[in-house]
């Protein structure tokens, strides 16, 4: 039986990895103006990082678990 992968979650990872580089892109061009603004680029940008890096550990746990009870 093929192992079946969230594509779901993946490309909810992918979007908020695209949310994060266009944060990191606006904190970058507002360092110098607002540094307020590029800090709260800079939280939002890493809030997006963690929780995209959640979703993909979980269709890799997700994925693991499958090959363990193929293994069986």
Known sequence: MPQQVDTNQLKKAEAMTTLAKELITQAIEKSAADPM???EALKQA???IAQAQTMVSQVQSSLQSQQAQQSK
């Open 46 to 48: 890493s809030i997006e």
């Open 37 to 39: 603004l590029c800090e």
